[in-house]
């Protein structure tokens, strides 16, 4: 199972950075997130390991695999028989605007549990990057 989206945000790719990466505060702009917490403190970095917990799905832990400050970030979830990646990114399109995309990944053994699944995902990505616009341009 395989998912990308991307939105134009009518915000600076700093500002967009600045929600995507504080991953702690997801929680207070979208429904999809009940806590984030960074288990090794501090910001992101490759390395770091974020534990997740969402409705209606099991607490994940996801490590930090990429960073590009700034720009993206992926981090990646394994389970017995599924491993999940999902990225995170922003780009600059004109002045004051930007792109953001986020795409999950699944796969493994048990990717037909992803398969059936995807429909919910796919709504959680979808909420999630409704969230970023909306916490984007609140900002700015």
């Known amino acids: 199972m395989e998912y990308t989206v991307s939105r134009d945000v009518d915000a600076d790719s700093g500002t967009v950075w600045a929600v995507i990466a504080d991953v702690e505060r997801m929680p207070a ?24 917990e969402q409705p209606r799905l099991p607490t994940a832990t996801w490590e930090v695999t990429e960073l590009e400050s700034g720009r993206s970030y992926t981090w990646a979830s394994p389970a017995p028989g599924l491993q999940s990646v999902a ?9 004051g605007r930007s792109r953001v995309t986020l795409g999950i990944r699944q796969t493994g053994p048990l ?20 969230g970023i616009v909306a916490e984007a ?4």
Do not use: F, K, N, Q
């Open 111 to 130: 990717g037909v549990v992803a398969t059936l699944m995807g429909p919910l995902t796919r709504r959680y990505v979808d909420t999630e990057i409704a």
């Open 87 to 95: 990225r995170h990114a922003v780009e600059p399109i004109g002045p």
């Open 29 to 52: 702009w979208t429904s999809t997130m009940t806590r984030v917490r960074v288990l090794d403190g501090g910001e992101l970095r490759v390395g770091a390991r974020v534990r997740v």
């Open 137 to 140: 341009t609140r900002t700015t």
